[in-house]
């Protein structure tokens, strides 16, 4: 299903539409402040193999990721964050980050490298933060990539849909997505190490 919800006013009934179907166990391709991703409840197994198995990865070494709320829902699937950490996350996000945390016992084996590190989200765009709001955790999170020699990532959602429109159960349309990915930082290893220049820079 392709479902057009206006990025800067989502409609309710169409965001609880797309809960339904994470509820159900659905996968979906949803528009972030970067790129578009493939998401589902980070609590549905079979959900999380479906995006492991459309993308090639192995859950047991993939470096998955999720989008949450807000930091305090962060703090609920990783180890003690401290101070500096936190300030860090308070100055970047909601933003175009993925930072990588030590992740707490309570999160779903299938996140699990064997670092024991989770990669967390809080994108700085409406229909994200309100689907992640109605469904009341976080979705499991991997950057939708493209074959196209010239894009990395699909930037058009109607030649999304064509492509998955077989393969996952709601396709977004929020406009054209971006072809820059989050940054990344990793936060496990006492100062905090940028493993990938993305979207935007650090502030400290």
Same mark, same amino acid.
């Given at each position: 299903?392709?479902?057009?919800?206006?990025?800067?006013?989502?409609?309710?009934?169409?965001?609880?539409?797309?809960?339904?179907?994470?509820?159900?166990?659905?996968?979906?391709?949803?528009?972030?402040?970067?790129?578009?991703?493939?998401?589902?409840?980070?609590?549905?197994?079979?959900?999380?193999?479906?995006?492991?198995?459309?993308?090639?990865?192995?859950?047991?070494?993939?470096?998955?990721?999720?989008?949450?709320?807000?930091?305090?829902?962060?703090?609920?699937?990783?180890?003690?964050?401290?101070?500096?950490?936190?300030?860090?996350?308070?100055?970047?996000?909601?933003?175009?980050?993925?930072?990588?945390?030590?992740?707490?016992?309570?999160?779903?084996?299938? !996140? %699990?490298?064997?670092?024991?590190?989770?990669?967390?989200?809080? &994108?700085?765009? =409406? *229909?994200?933060?309100?689907?992640?709001?109605?469904?009341?955790?976080?979705?499991?999170?991997?950057?939708?990539?493209?074959?196209?020699?010239?894009?990395?990532?699909?930037?058009?959602?109607?030649?999304?849909?064509?492509? !998955? %429109?077989?393969?996952?159960?709601?396709?977004?349309?929020?406009? &054209?997505?971006? =072809? *820059?990915?989050?940054?990344?930082?990793?936060?496990?290893?006492?100062?905090?190490?940028?493993?990938?220049?993305?979207?935007?820079?650090?502030?400290?």
């Amino acid at each position: 299903m392709l479902l057009k919800i206006n990025p800067d006013n989502p409609e309710g009934r169409k965001i609880r539409q797309v809960v339904e179907h994470l509820n159900e166990g659905g996968v979906i391709i949803y528009p972030t402040d970067t790129v578009y991703g493939l998401g589902c409840d980070i609590e549905n197994q079979k959900a999380i193999d479906r995006i492991c198995k459309l993308r090639g990865l192995d859950p047991k070494k993939a470096n998955l990721a999720m989008i949450c709320e807000d930091i305090s829902q962060v703090s609920n699937y990783t180890q003690q964050i401290d101070n500096a950490t936190f300030r860090m996350l308070k100055k970047n996000l909601p933003g175009p980050f993925t930072f990588i945390l030590p992740a707490a016992n309570n999160v779903p084996k299938m !996140f %699990k490298n064997r670092k024991k590190t989770i990669g967390v989200r809080i &994108p700085e765009h =409406n *229909v994200t933060a309100a689907i992640v709001q109605t469904l009341g955790r976080p979705i499991m999170t991997t950057s939708l990539k493209s074959d196209d020699e010239i894009l990395e990532y699909f930037t058009d959602p109607a030649d999304i849909y064509e492509d !998955f %429109k077989k393969l996952v159960d709601v396709v977004i349309d929020s406009g &054209p997505g971006g =072809n *820059v990915p989050s940054t990344v930082i990793d936060c496990t290893e006492g100062e905090p190490t940028i493993l990938r220049e993305g979207a935007a820079d650090l502030v400290l």
